[in-house]
C-alpha cells in the first residue's frame, strides 16, 4: 500500500467512524423523546480503536466515591461536531461491582461523572457494545447478607 | 445382557441414583425418556448405557420399546421407575414380563390420590375429603363445605406440591377447582390438617414392613407448600417408633402392599397419626443421599433388589442425625452465577452440597418442589447441631440474579 492510499484508507476509516458515532448520537437523543422511550436505548457503549497502535482507545478517570483511579476503553457519546467527539466514560465491573481493567465484555458498564474530548482523526475504527450492560442490575439471593 | 429398564428420570435425586446403583449392580441400563433435553446432553449421562426418546404416556410405545430391546438379545430383569406417574406403568410392565414379584395394583391405587382416600375411607388415618368431577354441581360442593375451611384441593395426580392449594373460603375453592379442572377431570378436596409434619421413609419385602427412615418435615408455605427441610432421626423412642410402625403396618395392609418401597407423609394431629400421602417410590431429591449419610443404606440399590426379587440389606451400618437445607430463590431472573459452593461444602459437619441451576436458567420463588434450586447435608449425633449446621453453612451460598 502506498502512502497515498494509506491516507485515503485512513480517511475512509475516519469517516466510518464519523457517521457511526452520529447515528449512535441521534439514537440517543432520539430515545429521550415520548415516543421512542423503552424503545431505544439512551445509553449506547462502544469502543473506539486508534489509528496508531490500532488496539482500543483508553481514557483515565477517578471514580467518584472511592476516588481511585481507573482506565477504560468504554464511553458513551455526549457530543459530536465535525472533528471533535465529546466521550464520558463508562466504567468495566464484575458482577460484584468490582472495578476491571479489561477489553473483554464485563458484567456491567457504569456511567461516571468523567469526561474526554478527542479527535476523530485519532480513531480508525468503532465497536458497539451491548446497550443491556449499562447499569445493568443484579440481585443477590441467598448468602449472609 | 442383564438389563433393567427404567421409565422416566430426572437429572439429578433418587431417580438418577437409582441407574447409578443398577449400573454399579453390574446392569445393562436403558432410560426411556421424554426430555429431549437429556437426548441433547447425553454425555452429561454417562450411567445410562442406552437412552430412547418416546412418549411415556403411550404404554402401546412403552411396549414396543421394551419388545425392541429383547429383540436386540437383552434380557429384561426388571422395568423401574422413581418418577411420577410412571411407577405403576412400570410394575405393570415388569410383570407383564413376568420378572417381578412386586404388584402393580396398591402402586396404582398409591399413586392415584382419590384412590388412596376411597381406600383408606372410615379409617383413623384418613381427614375429611371429598371429590369433584366435571359435570358435577359445584354450588352444592360448595354449599357442604361451610364451617370446614381452610381446606386443601389438588388433583389425584398431584406431585411435588405442584397441584395443590391450600384455600380459605368459597370464592378461592371455586376459582382453585375450575383451574385444576382444566388440566384433569377429577379434583380431590381436603382437610387442612395442622400439627407436625414427618415422612417415612419404608421398603417392604415379602410383606415385612421396615420402616428405614423417620424424617421431620419443614415446610414453608411460598404460593405452595414447599419442604425446606428434612431431618432424619438417628434416635427415635421406642413408643413412638411402635406407634408408627403399627400405623404404617395398618396402612400398608389395607394397600395390599407386599414388595416395594414407598414413603408416608403424616402429620400428628392431637396424638392422631393423619395420612397427607403415600408414594410408591422413595421420595425424590436429597433423600436416598440422607439415608445414605445417615445409615449407609442406599436405598435406591435397595429397591432394585426387592424389585429383582432379592433380600434387600436394610442393616443399618451407622445412626447418625442428618439436616437437609433446600435452598429456594426469593427473586425471579436469570442466574449470572453462584458463589459459595465450595466453601460452604469445606466447613465441619458438611456431608454434600448439591446446586442444581446451571448459568442462564432463570429462577424464580418456588412453586413446586422442583423450585428448589440446592441443598445442603449436614450430619451430626445430635439433632440439633445438624440442623444449625446445615443452616449455618447455606448462609455461604449466594445466587447473583439477573431480574428479566
Known sequence: MNEEQKTMKEDESVCDVKSILKTIFETQNKAKLPAFQG????????????????????????????????????????????????????????????????????????????????????????QCVSPKLVNRKVIISGGKC | ?????????????????????????????????????????????????????????????????????????????????????????????????????????????MEDKILTRELLKDHPVSPYFAKFGKGESLQMLIDKQVGKYPLIVKTPVSAGSKDVVLVKDSQQLARSINMFLEKGTEVLIEEYLDGPQYLFEVCVFN?????????????????????????????????????????????LEKFNFKNGSCHLEMRLVNHQWKLIEINPRISGGAMNRIIEVGFGINL??????????????????????????????????????????????????????????????????PLSMGDRYGYVLASSNNKEESIRLAKDAAKEISFYIEPL
Open chain 1, 39 to 126: 424503545i431505544f436505548p439512551e445509553t449506547i457503549p462502544f469502543i473506539l480503536y486508534s489509528s496508531e497502535t490500532i488496539e482500543p482507545f483508553f481514557a483515565y478517570g477517578i471514580a467518584p466515591k472511592s476516588l481511585v483511579s481507573f482506565r477504560t476503553c468504554f464511553f458513551c457519546i455526549d457530543s459530536l461536531t465535525s472533528s471533535c467527539v465529546h466521550l464520558t466514560l463508562l466504567l468495566p465491573s464484575d458482577v460484584e461491582g468490582s472495578y476491571l481493567d479489561t477489553t473483554c465484555m464485563p458484567f456491567r458498564l457504569k456511567k461516571m461523572n468523567c469526561t474526554v474530548i478527542v479527535s476523530l482523526q485519532d480513531f480508525c475504527g468503532i
Open chain 2, 207 to 251: 410383606g415385612k414392613v421396615h420402616i428405614i427412615g423417620v424424617l421431620e418435615q419443614k415446610i414453608t408455605l411460598f404460593e405452595r407448600f414447599i419442604v425446606t427441610g428434612y431431618c432424619l432421626l438417628g434416635e427415635i423412642d421406642s413408643a413412638f417408633y411402635s406407634n408408627i410402625h403399627e400405623t404404617v403396618c395398618m396402612i
Open chain 2, 300 to 365: 435406591v440399590e435397595e429397591t432394585i433388589k426387592i424389585f429383582l426379587g432379592l433380600e434387600p440389606n436394610l442393616k443399618k451400618k451407622t445412626n447418625r442425625f442428618v439436616y437437609a437445607h433446600y435452598i429456594t430463590s426469593e427473586a425471579t431472573g436469570t442466574l449470572i452465577k453462584v458463589t459459595g459452593k465450595k466453601r460452604c461444602s469445606q466447613l465441619p459437619g458438611i456431608d454434600e452440597v448439591f446446586i442444581k441451576p446451571k448459568k442462564g436458567k432463570i429462577l424464580h420463588p
Open chain 2, 1 to 109: 445382557m442383564k438389563t433393567i429398564v427404567f421409565i422416566g428420570s430426572n437429572k439429578s435425586g433418587s431417580s438418577r441414583e437409582a441407574i447409578k446403583a443398577a449400573e454399579r449392580l453390574g446392569f445393562f441400563t436403558v432410560l426411556l425418556t421424554d426430555r429431549e433435553l437429556f437426548f441433547e446432553n447425553r454425555l452429561d449421562f454417562p450411567d445410562v448405557h442406552q437412552m430412547i426418546l418416546t412418549d411415556l404416556t403411550n404404554y402401546g410405545l412403552l411396549k414396543s420399546s421394551i419388545d425392541d430391546l429383547q429383540a436386540q438379545g437383552k434380557v429384561i430383569e426388571a422395568v423401574l421407575s422413581f418418577v411420577d406417574p410412571y411407577v405403576h406403568v412400570a410394575a405393570k410392565l415388569s410383570k407383564e414380563l413376568g420378572v417381578t414379584v412386586v404388584s402393580p395394583e396398591p402402586i396404582l391405587k
